[in-house]
C-alpha cells in the first residue's frame, strides 16, 4: 500500500481514484504504472488485483498496456514512468527498502 500511497502523492490523484474504477485516460495510465511497479518489485498479479479490486485479467492487461505504450515510446507514459519510477527509488533508497 506504501507503493500506491507514494504514487497518490506525487501524481495529485486522490488514494480513492487510484484504486477506484474512473477510465480517464491519465488515471489508468496512473494505475497501470502502480500495477507495473508493483510487479517489479516482488507484487504476484494476484496480490495487486486483490490489493485493486480488480480481475487477474484486468491487472496483466493493464502491465501489458503500460509495456506496449513504453515500447512505442509514448511520451506521456515514458515520462510518467520514468518520474515515478525515479521518485519511489530515491525514496526507498532513503528508507533503505520497499
Do not use: P
Not at 500511497?5 to 506525487?10: F, G, H, N, Q, R
Not at 485516460?25 to 485493486?52: A, H, P
Amino acid at each position: 500500500m506504501e507503493t500506491i500511497e507514494k504514487i497518490a502523492e506525487l501524481t495529485g490523484f486522490g488514494l480513492c481514484d487510484i484504486l477506484g474504477r474512473n477510465r480517464k485516460w491519465d488515471l489508468s495510465i496512473c494505475r497501470q504504472i502502480c500495477w507495473k511497479v508493483m510487479s517489479e518489485n516482488g507484487y504476484t498479479i494476484n496480490e495487486t488485483s486483490l490489493l485493486f479490486g480488480r480481475d487477474i485479467s484486468s491487472v496483466r492487461y493493464g502491465i501489458q498496456h503500460m509495456n506496449d505504450l513504453l515500447s512505442i515510446k509514448d511520451r506521456y507514459a515514458t515520462e510518467f514512468y520514468a518520474t515515478v519510477k525515479n521518485t519511489l527509488k530515491s525514496s526507498y533508497d532513503n528508507s533503505r527498502g520497499f
